[in-house]
């Protein structure tokens, strides 16, 4: 283990070949069988990481980030750069309820691109607020990952998420906006 901790360390490149050997040694010395790899990965998480990606590049190939985009500036930007913000970090939350935040950044970064384009600000603020909406996910069990392995341990329900995560996203968004408005 602190080998391949080492390994991957100077080279992170190569930690996915590094992690495969590790796992092919463990194999091979008895330390570990396939049953015991494959009961230590988490289905439906990985199921939900891998649709979130495959749903994010089919709404881009439909080309619905560009109308999406389009609106945004139509009704938003008269009303500046501020409201702007509050807008883009509203609609990553409302993005991130259904996918996870990886997939929410994948597929709004364009369409934040394009608007502060459109709006002719600059794209920097608009991104800071993206990554943190969609890092700040706590309104659904789907929106992060770890959300969705606490639900089943903890017995919870998807109202419990909403009742406890949408005031939290609330309360980071009126902190995150106004910083990444007045410091970027």
Same mark, same amino acid.
């Given at each position: 283990l602190v080998g391949t901790m080492a390994l991957a360390a100077r080279q992170p490149k190569a930690l996915v070949t590094v992690a495969?050997?590790?796992l092919c040694v463990l194999f091979r010395f008895g330390c570990m069988d396939l049953k015991d790899a494959w009961s230590a990965v988490n289905g439906p998480v990985l199921l =939900?990481? $891998?649709l979130s990606f495959a749903l994010g590049e089919a709404i881009k190939? =439909?080309?619905l980030a560009e109308? +999406?985009?389009a609106k945004l500036v139509q009704v938003v930007v008269p009303y500046g750069p501020l409201v702007l913000l509050f807008a883009i970090y509203t609609v990553a939350i409302l993005v991130g309820m259904v996918i996870s935040n990886n997939a929410v950044v994948s597929l709004?970064?364009?369409i934040v691109v394009r608007v502060c384009q459109g709006a002719g600000i600059s794209w920097r603020p608009a991104l800071f607020a993206l990554?943190? $909406?969609a890092s700040a996910s706590f309104s659904t069990p789907v929106s992060y990952q770890t959300n969705m392995? +606490?639900?089943g341990a903890g017995n919870y329900a998807f109202a419990d998420f909403l009742r406890f995560g949408l005031p939290l996203q609330l309360v980071c968004m009126l902190a995150t906006?106004?910083?990444?408005y007045f410091l970027f």
């Open positions: 495969l050997g590790t =939900s990481i $891998a190939k =439909s080309e109308v +999406v985009a709004m970064f364009p990554t943190m $909406a392995m +606490v639900a906006v106004p910083a990444c």
